[in-house]
Structures are given as C-alpha cells and as structure tokens.
C-alpha cells in the first residue's frame, strides 16, 4: 500500500519514497501509529496497514491486502520474543489474534482460491484453539478465586463456540468441576459422560462441523 503523511495545511510531510528525509522519527512514528500504518525501514518504499486499512473493493489486490492485515496482526499477537519468555499465546490479551483471524476469514470466504487462502487457513486453525485456550483460561481464572458461577459463563461460552478444538476436552473438565463446585451433581455426572463420549481413550472422528470451520 502506499502511505502519505500530511500535515494540517495539507502539505506532504512523508511518504513511502522519503520516510528517512520528512520529519523527525519521532514526529512521523506519531503520525504512522495515528494513520494505522508503519515503514518497515529508513529509505523503504513499503508501508504495512494495521487498522485502517482501506482498499477499493474492485482492487485485484484486495485478496493480498487482506493477507498483509491477516499477518500483521498475527505477528503481532505471536510476539517477537516469545521465544524468550516462553509464554503461552493463550494468556495473552487476544485482540490482535481476534482481528487477524477476522481478516483471514475474509479473505478465504471472498477469494477462496486466492494463492494466499492457504496458509490463511493454516493460520486460522492455530488461532481458533489459541483463542479457545484463551477463553478457558480466564475460566480457570474465575474458578481458582471462587467465582464459579463466572467460571460456568465463560467456559460454557467456550464450549459453545470453539467445538471441536482440542482445548474442549479441558473445558468439559473444568465446566463439570463448576458443577461440582455449585452442588449441581446431575449437571456434573452428564457432563462428565458427555466427555467420556466425545473423548474416549482412543478419540473417535466426528461429522459435526464447528462454526469458525466453513472451508
């Protein structure tokens, strides 16, 4: 995409042939993070959109500038030194993860046979028990201070709308140690037998389809 920086007297401050050359770094790390954009490097012709992204709908880049948000917001929520800090993606705040798989999903729904549906779709099968996990976590959260009732809300928001993740089968456990926990035995013995069924010692395939898979 091509990004320009203007000033209020509608003079140009910066763009992608002089980011080095308009203005302070500081003064145009301002306006990039203002106009929801970034230069990868002093004296780049590249800019990378994050949030106002805007394109004409007739653009046959379209499917490519969806692909650039969808990644630029995952890269985001991986984080560049994760590896150091070894921390799970799960116990992160999942915005970023919630608003790249948004763009993917756009992207594989419009222009499924695009080159870059793909690993659109790898990606969005890696963020859909990120954010499942995410979800029981707050849960766990919840139950280990008590709030069981808080507890029940959010992992059953998490059953609800992540089935047939792997992060499923830890969800049954905790919504059935909720139960438990609130005196509800018959809830708890259904639920324990409806995750006896769905996850026996050898997991058996099923034909229902979850929502966030549609392709």
């Given amino acids: 995409p091509t990004i320009a920086v203007i000033d209020g007297a509608n003079n140009l401050v910066a763009g992608n042939d002089n980011w080095s050359e308009g203005g302070s770094a500081t003064a145009l790390a301002t306006a990039f993070a203002k106009a929801g954009a970034f230069a990868f490097a002093a004296n780049s012709k590249d800019a990378a959109v994050l949030d106002s992204l805007k394109i004409d709908p007739a653009s046959p880049a379209l499917d490519y500038a969806l692909y650039l948000k969808g990644i630029i917001n995952f890269n985001d929520e991986a984080g560049m030194f994760d590896f150091l800090i070894k921390q799970d993606l799960a116990d992160r705040d999942q915005k970023a993860a919630k608003e790249s798989f948004e763009s993917f999903k756009e992207l594989v729904t419009r222009f499924p046979e695009s080159k870059y549906s793909e690993d659109a779709r790898l990606r969005m099968a ?5 954010l499942a996990r995410s979800e029981l976590g707050v849960a766990r959260y919840y139950y280990k201070r008590g ?3 808080a507890a029940l809300n959010r992992v059953q928001t998490a059953i609800q709308d992540y089935q047939g993740t792997p992060a499923i089968k830890d969800a049954l456990q905790l919504l059935a140690d909720c139960y438990d926990k609130l005196g509800l ?4 013995d259904d639920t324990l037998r409806i ?3 769905n996850f026996p010692e050898q997991p058996v395939a099923t034909s229902s389809r979850p929502w966030w898979k549609f392709w």
């Fill in 147 to 149: 709030a069981y009732v």
């Fill in 195 to 197: 995750k006896q069924l």
């Fill in 185 to 188: 035995i018959q809830l708890r």
């Fill in 126 to 130: 890696y963020m859909v028990n990120t």
